[in-house]
């Protein structure tokens, strides 16, 4: 069976939607239309605009970058400064969540989360206060 990765990327979304209204009382909004997040986190009274990202692979490796389809020009590029504030990034083989903030990142169209020690992006695990 072929991995259908949109598929897998709106069950984060959701599963990250839920666990910010949920378990942490955060109002989550969804934008009409077309942007640079998928959702919108208020924490502390301020908005958050949330990119969320998955991987199926286990390994750590997530792509964070956006992309053209086969037929567009512009191909691979990072989200663009002050589009988003935080990529939330759900490893879904081990269940965990980083909540990296944007600035953190750089332009950087993929990163490493580190599995067997602690690594740059090790204090962003679990970090539902939206910590920058």
């Known amino acids: 069976m072929a ?32 942007a640079e997040y998928d959702l919108v986190v208020e924490v502390d009274k301020k908005l ?27 191909g691979k590029y990072p989200y663009p400064k002050n589009a988003i504030d935080f990529f939330a990034v759900h490893d879904v083989v081990h269940n965990d969540w980083y909540i990296i903030p944007r600035k953190a990142t750089g332009d950087a169209m993929n990163l490493r989360i580190a599995m067997k020690r602690p690594g740059k992006y090790t204090k962003y695990k679990d970090n539902w206060s939206f910590s920058a």
């Open 48 to 74: 958050k605009r949330v990119q969320v990202k998955s991987s199926i692979k286990g390994d750590g490796n997530v792509n964070i970058c956006k992309g053209t389809s086969g037929t567009g020009t512009r």
């Open 3 to 34: 991995k259908n990765t949109v598929h897998q990327g709106e069950r984060s979304e959701m599963i990250f939607a839920q666990r910010c209204f949920c378990e942490h009382n955060y109002m989550v909004s969804n934008p009409m239309g077309t």
